[in-house]
């Protein structure tokens, strides 16, 4: 999968993405953590610094740990897709603020998958014309609730 960025969503967002964590590959592709708070993305910010011989538990691991710097505002300007577990987003920021949400797609859970949840080999050419929920019987369609008795 290569590089990524996280985006955490802390707060609900009217016709947008559930408070969770989701992946980017929109912006630095660094492994940086951004959050989504008060319409603005928010980067946090780490430094690195060389752990002191005496305190390391390891020879060769653990010679650098990272140390909280802070938060900026990103005041990213564009479009972002992210990726939850079984959903794509994109959101448009303008001077900084997000401006709009557009559900792009869902995945369905697949059971069989080592990772509970995560989306399988072929989930490119996936595409799911309903939302359908997995019950541990099998999948129920979205329309299919009032025979669901889970």
Not at 39 to 68: A, M, N, Q
């Amino acid at each position: 999968m290569g590089m990524y960025d996280t985006v955490e969503i802390v707060e609900n967002i009217e016709n947008g993405p559930l408070v969770g964590e989701y992946q980017t590959k929109s912006l630095d592709n660094a492994l940086y953590t951004y959050y989504l708070k008060d319409r603005r993305l928010i980067h946090r910010v780490y430094k690195y610094e060389t752990v002191p011989e005496d305190e390391r538990t390891h020879p060769v691991f653990g010679i650098l740990r990272s140390v909280y710097v802070g938060d900026e505002d990103a005041n990213y300007h564009g479009w972002i897709t992210i990726y939850g577990v079984d959903e794509v987003w994109k959101l448009k920021f303008t001077d900084g603020e997000l401006m709009n949400t557009e559900f792009v797609e869902a995945y369905p859970r697949d059971p069989d998958t080592s990772t509970n949840g995560s989306l399988g080999e072929n989930s490119q050419d996936q595409h799911v014309e309903e939302v359908a929920y997995w019950t541990g019987d099998g999948y129920v369609a979205e329309d299919d609730n009032d025979n669901y008795e889970g």
